[in-house]
């Protein structure tokens, strides 16, 4: 199975930082990846997939990068809405996502 | 608007059986694939089942292959998960999502299973 690590876990950042959160597969799955936000109380939204594609009617701060193994979620400039979990999700083999990473404000 | 409104879920002992449902609209449903995806009390999210559009073809993953049954009724525009031989690990909220192209891109609010004695 593929396993997904996802870091760092838990990232304190303030409102108009540029924010990097990081994903990294345990094999090659090119460019097969997802990225989903994730509200308290809330159901996951997907934001990005494969690796570098905006979903539709997410804000154009986010963005994604990378392949191979080395996946990138960035935020450009943080808004306080962005306050959530963020999941990565490979497709290249069954469906596996990594343990997340808690995003709040500092 | 797309709306995915799971129900069904509640507290049940191990060892024992539960049906979830899904109910869909705002899009055409019979020509998604679907899926559940849970995740555990304050933990992360793991795929569950699939089923193409048509209910011919399921998949899943080693943890629940054998004691769960995903299927679908076009007609009702509904989707459903059966569990058997439920084991306390399988305690989670439950998602219900379409499911094209490999990713899922609409999800309900969710079910909370609870498997305890």
């Known amino acids: 199975d593929i396993q997904m690590t996802q870091s760092p876990s838990l990232l304190s950042a303030s409102v108009g930082d540029r924010v990097t959160l990081n994903c990294k597969a345990s094999?090659?799955?090119?460019?097969?990846l997802a990225w989903y936000q994730q509200k308290l109380g809330e159901a996951p939204k997907l934001l990005i997939y494969?690796?570098?594609s905006l979903q539709t009617g997410i804000p154009s701060r986010f963005s994604g990068s990378g392949s191979g193994t080395d996946f990138t979620l960035t935020i450009s400039s943080l808004q306080p809405e962005d306050v959530a979990t963020y999941f990565c999700q490979q497709y290249y083999s069954g469906y596996t996502f990594g343990a997340g990473t808690k995003l709040e404000l500092k | 608007e797309v709306q995915l409104v799971e129900s069904g879920g509640g507290l049940v002992q191990p060892g024992r059986s539960l049906k979830l449902s899904c109910a869909a609209s705002g899009f055409t449903f019979s020509n998604y694939y679907m899926a559940w995806v849970r995740q555990a009390p304050k933990k992360g999210l793991e795929w569950v089942a699939t089923i193409s559009t048509s209910g011919s073809r399921t998949y899943y993953p080693d943890s629940v292959k054998g004691r769960f049954t995903i299927s679908r009724d076009n007609a009702k525009s509904s989707l459903y998960l059966q569990m058997n031989s439920l084991k306390s690990e399988d305690t989670a909220t439950y998602y219900c999502?379409?499911?094209?192209?490999?990713?899922?891109?609409?999800w309900g609010q969710g079910v909370m299973v609870t498997v305890s004695s």
């Open positions: 999502a379409s499911h094209p192209n490999n990713l899922f891109d609409y």
């Open positions: 094999q090659n799955i090119y460019k097969n």
């Open positions: 494969n690796a570098n």
